[in-house]
């Protein structure tokens, strides 16, 4: 079989060159997708890159070093054993000791004076903790909300009261009792706070790019969150752990932030009573290492720039069939995001 109908990014053997130009034109193989440091091959997602390295059928070579020399946590290739320990401690987190004083001060109402202030928190991490309404409980209702910077610093941690009726305070998981609500912040106060900090002094509908004041949002299952809060934010603004695909199931599906946490900064999180300032720290984290990465500079590096949009259309059929399989990977472009654009804007 002919090597020049090979992807050069996912190695995938065509018969025909025609159909190597239609993998290329729906793959959006990219600079930034996670690549294994032995054999160079593109991965769609960290987890198929775990899979590719040391799964039930990793490829041979590969795995041999990366037991000797890769971390099992950001699955890094070092140069020897003992690079891949100094690093490996600096790669390992811990939960903290702040994570408890947290719990026991929440009943206080601590930081529930949230302010605008252009020049700090250019990044904040969000998570809520819910209670449950209707007649059966099972619908979530905020009851607990918190915001940190980038340093981990809590901005904002308050206890919400609902608009509705709370039927079930779900103590095993939120550690929710009625008196803690009783003279909570109302919703509605709650999402005004939460909802000018994060624009910033820009209008909503005018936050249209990445350089301007408002402040880009992490957390894991944002929709959900900012759904409960009532809280409207732009998508190119937000950094959610949930669906970005790098750090998604080889099926693409989202993972757990439990699992997530576990897996790639290598501490449990969320075991009985939860805080959402574990969460918050937990996808800050997340978001830290996935920008952190280092991916070759491009002028316009995704798929959807006006710039790219013809780069596989059909009428360079032709063009395309004559390119070999390198250049093609180098005018294809990502159809996400990749949080590693965040440090050059």
Known sequence: ??????????????????????????SYHSAHEPMCGICRK????FESLREHLIGPLPKVECERIFKEQGCDLCLTIFSSRNALHVHREACQFSRGNNMGLTNRMANLGIQDDLKMDSSRARVVALACKMVG?????SLDLCARVCLIDESEKIIFHTYVKPRLPVTKYRYETTGMRPEFLRDAMPL????????????????????RSRAGKARILVGHGLDHDLKSLEVEYPQMMRRDTADYPPLMKSSKLSNSLKYL?????GYDIQTGIQDPYEDCVATM??????RSQRHKVEDYPLAQDPQNRNNFAAFRQSELERMAPEKMLEISRSDYYCWC???SS
């Open 42 to 45: 593109h991965c769609r997602s």
């Open 188 to 207: 509605r106060q709650v999402q005004r706070k939460i909802q000018d900090y994060l624009c910033n002094g820009e209008p909503i509908w005018q936050i």
């Open 285 to 290: 984290r997340l978001y830290m290492r996935m």
């Open 133 to 137: 309404g209707g007649s059966d409980g």
């Open 261 to 265: 946490t576990k897996t790639y900064l």
């Open 341 to 343: 654009l965040d440090s």
């Open 1 to 26: 079989m002919d090597n020049r109908n090979k992807c050069a990014a996912c190695y995938r053997q065509f018969n025909k060159m025609e159909h190597l130009v239609e993998h290329m034109r729906t």
